[in-house]
């Protein structure tokens, strides 16, 4: 299974479930959370080159037909860029902030899915010449906002989208973000998951893991979830991976169905999000039609390396712009 579908399958499941059964027709449209309003660059990216139409061949043969439009998928065209987060405000390794940053390009027309890591450690650089990584960016813009736990998230979700925007060129349409701390009642609530641990590690706080099947409470899934050594980042993606990939496994069993009313409570604190009921049912409905080879994962590391899920580097000369733009909607 690829690395978007282990990322977003288990929240896009369960928000399905338990949004789908409160949600009425005239709510069902409406956004979650507050949308999304970024300030485009002053300077747009260089556009493709486009033949005039003196400079078009001729044509020799009969009038081409027109291609018809994509019909879509699970009733929607078009694509949808989706700036996902998993927010880490405890137990993890400081500076506690953003965790998982992920822009995922969901297209309905072609089937298919794009998704691009990035590294908490990017550094990025704010207005007054401050240095932070991701990470702590997302907790300053945290602490810039004023109000409950919420409206801080929201806010710093927007700002961290603006950032993807202004940094790399690539424009969310809506925001995603899971609050990592919710995750141990929920796991708890469901009564645990059982990962598939590939090798035995000890982890920066001492905790060992063995080799095989691991049955996990909430607090050892989260601890699981966040541990980022061995291995840094990279492992730490791959380790968010097998816990997803367990909960997605145990949302589709049927003992859980009884528990979506308690499910909702926790719910409702462990997803910020402006996609309303009806993106998430569509986007849900898209993780059962794209098949693995339409899918296509990419991550960044610290120094704006990239490579795909196998390892695979991809080096660029020029702007890194319009090299993700091209990388994202090939």
């Known amino acids: 299974?690829?690395?978007?579908?282990?990322?977003?399958?288990?929240?896009?499941?369960?928000?399905?479930?338990?949004?789908?059964?409160?949600?009425?027709?005239?709510?069902?449209?409406?956004?979650?959370?507050?949308?999304?309003?970024?300030?485009?660059?002053?300077?747009p990216l260089p556009e493709p080159t486009v033949l005039m139409a003196d400079q078009q061949p001729q044509q020799t043969g009969p009038t081409a037909v027109p291609t018809a439009t994509p019909p879509g998928t699970c009733g929607r065209t078009g694509a949808i860029n989706l700036l996902m987060l998993g927010v880490d405000a405890s137990i993890g390794v400081p500076p506690h902030g953003a965790?998982?940053?992920?822009?995922v390009r969901v297209d309905?027309?072609?089937?298919?899915?794009?998704?691009?890591?990035?590294?908490r450690d990017?550094?990025?650089?704010?207005?007054?010449?401050e240095t932070?990584?991701?990470?702590?960016?997302?907790?300053?813009?945290c602490e810039c906002t004023n109000g409950d736990p919420r409206i801080k998230t929201t806010n710093a979700s927007c700002k961290v989208a603006q950032l993807m925007l202004d940094t790399y060129g690539l424009q969310p349409d809506h925001y995603f973000t899971i609050t990592l701390d919710e995750f141990i009642p929920m796991i708890d609530l469901i009564g645990g998951i059982d990962v598939r641990n590939p090798e035995v590690f000890t982890n920066e706080r001492g905790t060992t893991f063995q080799e095989g099947v691991l049955h996990l409470d909430g607090k050892a899934s989260a601890d699981f979830l966040r541990s980022l050594q061995?291995?840094?980042?990279?492992?730490?993606?791959?380790r968010q991976n097998l816990v997803l990939d367990a909960l997605r496994s145990k949302l589709l069993t049927f003992d859980v169905l009884t528990k979506i009313p308690e499910l909702y409570a926790h719910f409702e604190q462990l997803i910020v999000t402006d996609l309303s009921p009806e993106e998430i049912a569509q986007l849900s409905c898209m993780l059962k039609e794209v098949s693995p080879e339409a899918i296509t994962v990419y991550e960044m590391d610290?120094?704006?390396?990239?490579?795909?899920?196998?390892?695979?580097r991809y080096p660029y000369t020029g702007d890194i712009k319009a090299y993700l733009q091209e990388l994202f909607t090939h």
Do not use: W
């Open 1 to 43: 299974m690829k690395t978007f579908l282990k990322f977003v399958i288990p929240t896009l499941i369960l928000a399905v479930l338990v949004v789908g059964i409160i949600a009425v027709p005239r709510i069902y449209r409406a956004p979650l959370g507050e949308p999304l309003a970024l300030v485009q660059n002053e300077q």
């Open 99 to 103: 965790d998982a940053i992920r822009l």
């Open 108 to 119: 309905f027309d072609n089937a298919k899915v794009t998704s691009m890591a990035f590294s």
């Open 122 to 129: 990017l550094e990025v650089t704010l207005e007054d010449g």
């Open 132 to 141: 932070l990584n991701l990470c702590q960016f997302f907790k300053h813009a």
């Open 230 to 238: 061995p291995g840094g980042d990279p492992a730490r993606i791959l």
């Open 302 to 312: 610290k120094d704006q390396q990239i490579m795909d899920s196998k390892g695979v």
